[in-house]
């Protein structure tokens, strides 16, 4: 599996960005997909979630209403979108993924730590301006 992620950079607040996560390898049905952001100084935290089949999300209560993931099976990426972006959401964004059996689907509850996940991308920065 690998995840590589795009579309960081620098924005002002209240700007906006969507950053993606290519992913390759196996047949991705059966995952969870997570996007994730580290801080300078700070602990790696949740972001959002997103089942690969199903219709179930979940997000962080710091990002709700402003953030939105998404999925492109046919692209097999995965969106961040980002909106009113506050200088507390720089960080470097990363996406991870996990298996989760055949047949088994996200529900859009749990999976919000970082050894929920098996592989990881490398990053992408989100610098916020004031």
């Known amino acids: 599996v690998q995840l590589v992620e795009s579309g960081g950079g620098l924005v002002q607040a209240g700007g906006s960005l969507r950053l993606s996560c290519a992913a390759s390898?196996?047949?991705?049905?059966?995952?969870?997909i997570g996007w994730f952001r580290q801080a300078p100084g700070k602990e790696r935290e949740f972001v959002a979630a997103i089942s690969w089949s199903a219709d179930s999300t979940s997000n962080a209560d710091s990002v709700k209403g402003r953030f939105t993931i998404s999925r492109d099976n046919a692209k097999n990426t995965v969106y961040l979108q980002m909106n009113s972006l506050k200088p507390e959401d720089t960080a470097v964004y990363y996406c991870?993924?996990?298996?989760?059996?055949?047949?088994?689907?996200?529900?859009?509850?749990?999976?919000?730590?970082?050894?929920?996940?098996?592989?990881w991308g490398q990053g992408t920065l989100v610098t916020v301006s004031s």
């Open positions: 991870a993924a996990r298996y989760l059996g055949y047949k088994t689907y996200y529900s859009g509850s749990g999976y919000y730590a970082t050894d929920d996940y098996d592989y």
């Open positions: 390898g196996p047949t991705f049905s059966y995952y969870v």
